[in-house]
C-alpha cells in the first residue's frame, strides 16, 4: 500500500507539472503596462526617519478599446477586425467594446482565459476566470 | 492491491493521459500557428477582387481553431483546399490602405474569390 502511494504521489506531481505548464498558456493581463508610469517599490515610502508620502486611490489603465489587425503583404490589403472593412466617418460613430470578454470573437469557439491585474503596489490581486462555451 | 488503490491509481493514469493529450494538442496548435504565420507573410489574405457593396475586400472574421478552406470554380480540377493562414493580431501595422488594383465582380463569376470575401482567423487572446 505505501508503494502504492508512493507511486500515485509521484504521478500526480507530474500531472499537476504539465496542468501547470496548460493553464499557462490561457492567462492574460487585464491591462497593459503603462510606459509612462514611474515605478513603485514596495515599501520604499516607509523609510525610518522620512515621512510618508501620502497617496491617493490607484486605478489600472485599461484600453477603452482594442482591435485587432493584419497587415498588408505582398501588396494585399491590411484588414481591421472592428469597423470592418474600414473605418466610418468620424460624424457616424460606433460602438466601443469596453469589457474584452464580450467581444464577439471570443464567441466563436470554446476556450477559457483568466484574466489578472496587481493592485495596491503588488498586494492585493484582481483574478478573472471567464470560460466561453 | 485493494479495489480502493486499484481505483485511485487508475483515475490518477487517467488523469495525465487527458493533461498529455492536452498539452500535446496545444503544441500541436503552436507549431501550425507559427507555420500559418510564415505563409502569411508571403501572401496577400486577400484576392485582387473586391466586394460590391464595400468597394473592398471583406474579411470574414472565422475562430481561430478553423484551419482549412475550400474555394471553388469553374472547369476540372479547380476546387482548391488550403490552410487559413491568415490571422488577426494585435500588432498594428500602420494605416489600413490600398486597394488601387482591386477588380469587380465579373458579371460571370467562375471564382468563389471574385466576391470579394475572404476568410482570416480570429486572435487567440488579448495579447496575441
Not at chain 1, 40 to 64: A, C, I, K, M, W
Not at chain 2, 70 to 81: C, D, F, I, L, S
Not at chain 2, 85 to 99: A, D, F, L
Amino acid at each position: 500500500m505505501l508503494r502504492l502511494l508512493r507511486v500515485t504521489v509521484v504521478i500526480a506531481a507530474v500531472f499537476a507539472s504539465f496542468q501547470l505548464g496548460l493553464d499557462a498558456s490561457n492567462r492574460a493581463q487585464a491591462q497593459d503596462v503603462c510606459p509612462n508610469c514611474q515605478p513603485h517599490h514596495f515599501g520604499s515610502n516607509l523609510g525610518v526617519g522620512t515621512t510618508p508620502v501620502p497617496r491617493g486611490p490607484e486605478y489600472g489603465q485599461p484600453d477603452l478599446f482594442y482591435n485587432f489587425y493584419v497587415p498588408p503583404t505582398a501588396g494585399g490589403v491590411g484588414a481591421q477586425m472592428y469597423l470592418a472593412p474600414g473605418p466610418v466617418p468620424p460624424h457616424v460613430g460606433h460602438t466601443y467594446y469596453t469589457y474584452q470578454p464580450f467581444m464577439p470573437h471570443e464567441l466563436l469557439y470554446k476556450h477559457k482565459r483568466t484574466y489578472h491585474r496587481y493592485y495596491n503596489e503588488g498586494r492585493g490581486l484582481t483574478r478573472t476566470s471567464i470560460r466561453w462555451r | 492491491m485493494n479495489k480502493a488503490g486499484f481505483l485511485v491509481l487508475a483515475v490518477t493514469l487517467a488523469s495525465f493521459f487527458a493533461s498529455l493529450e492536452a498539452v500535446q494538442a496545444e503544441e500541436h496548435m503552436r507549431r501550425a500557428d507559427r507555420w500559418a504565420l510564415r505563409h502569411a507573410r508571403g501572401q496577400s489574405w486577400n484576392a485582387p477582387y473586391y466586394h460590391t457593396a464595400t468597394g473592398m475586400p471583406i474579411s470574414l472574421v472565422v475562430p481561430p481553431t478553423a484551419h482549412m478552406q475550400t474555394r471553388w470554380g469553374w472547369g476540372v480540377a479547380q476546387n482548391t483546399m488550403t490552410p487559413i493562414y491568415h490571422q488577426y493580431r494585435r500588432t498594428y501595422p500602420g494605416e489600413i490602405s490600398g486597394g488601387e488594383n482591386l477588380n469587380p465582380t465579373p458579371y460571370w463569376p467562375s471564382h468563389t474569390d471574385q466576391f470579394g470575401v475572404f476568410y482570416n482567423r480570429g486572435p487567440y487572446g488579448p495579447g496575441f
